[in-house]
């Protein structure tokens, strides 16, 4: 993509815990569209820097802008109602509702209620279409408990989608699932990426390899380097920190 055509811009970030210096000048930029993998040894500053994004961590110091706004200072709800969506390891779904009514009840939160009658055809839609692209319709009428690891995966990803964010951030979607699962998520990720631009924090190589185009690698605070995954695998540096342990 050209340059300027950044939709998230992370600029001399830094994040310091009780003197720990978790993240130690990050820059991180991601264009509109991009399916980005961001990979590092636990501890490389990976979920800090998502947080950081998502309000959920203050800086020291740095700058995050999406689309031009400043998120840094802004609370966790304003960043989800400018457009950014986040999926943690472990899913979190309603139990007692079913895929129907958990995408449902997704699709309906960022509106107030009036608007939201106004809207209520436009959210039906856009749930069959979260249904499709997760290929959850059939179990549309099933509680959320009842679901596979895999299942409830997607189904959280679908919440997500349910609310129409410009920028996805997903946290290891593939962890613990089988591989016709992580085929099947794969294939959903660059599904979506399609419409939406989508950062993937991922660990697992033959996943990157078979999906994967663009990675971010952090190490120790720091991004390490960026390239394509056969670029970031032949790199001597990645392979002493990350590859090669
Ligand atoms: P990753 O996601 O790449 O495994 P993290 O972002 O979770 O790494 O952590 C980066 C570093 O910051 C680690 O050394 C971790 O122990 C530390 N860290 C993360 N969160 C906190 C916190 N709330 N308080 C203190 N240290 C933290």
Redesign the pocket.
């Known amino acids: 993509a050209p340059a300027g055509d950044a939709l998230l811009a992370v600029r001399g970030l830094r994040?310091v815990?009780?003197g720990?210096v978790?993240?130690d000048g990050i820059d991180f930029t991601v264009n509109r569209g991009e399916l980005r993998f961001l990979i590092?040894?636990?501890?490389?500053?990976?979920?800090?820097?998502?947080?950081v994004i998502t309000g959920l961590?203050k800086p020291a110091s740095g700058s995050v802008t999406f689309a031009g706004t400043e998120l840094v200072g802004q609370r966790e709800h304003r960043i989800v109602r400018l457009g950014i969506g986040r999926t943690f390891q472990t899913a979190t779904v309603f139990e007692e509702l079913t895929v129907l009514e958990n995408i449902d009840l997704a699709a309906s939160f960022r509106l107030p209620v009036p608007a939201l009658f106004r809207r209520r055809k436009g959210v039906g839609d856009r749930v069959a279409q979260v249904l499709e692209t997760t290929q959850l319709a059939e179990l549309a009428s099933r509680k959320a408990g009842i679901l596979s690891h895999g299942q409830r995966q997607w189904l959280e990803i679908g919440m997500l989608l349910a609310q129409d964010p410009r920028l996805l951030l997903l946290d290891e979607p593939v962890a613990g699932m089988t591989k016709d699962e992580r085929e099947r998520t794969g294939q959903l990720l660059q599904q979506i990426a399609k419409e939406h631009t989508v950062v993937v924090?991922e660990h697992d190589m033959e996943f990157l390899r078979r999906f994967a185009r663009l990675v971010t690698v952090?190490h120790e605070?720091k991004v390490l380097m960026e390239g394509t995954v056969a670029e970031v695998q032949a790199d001597r540096r990645v392979q002493e920190v990350y590859l090669g342990r």
């Open positions: 994040v815990f009780d720990f978790a993240i590092g040894p636990n501890g490389a500053g990976k979920t800090t820097l998502v947080d961590t924090i952090l605070g």
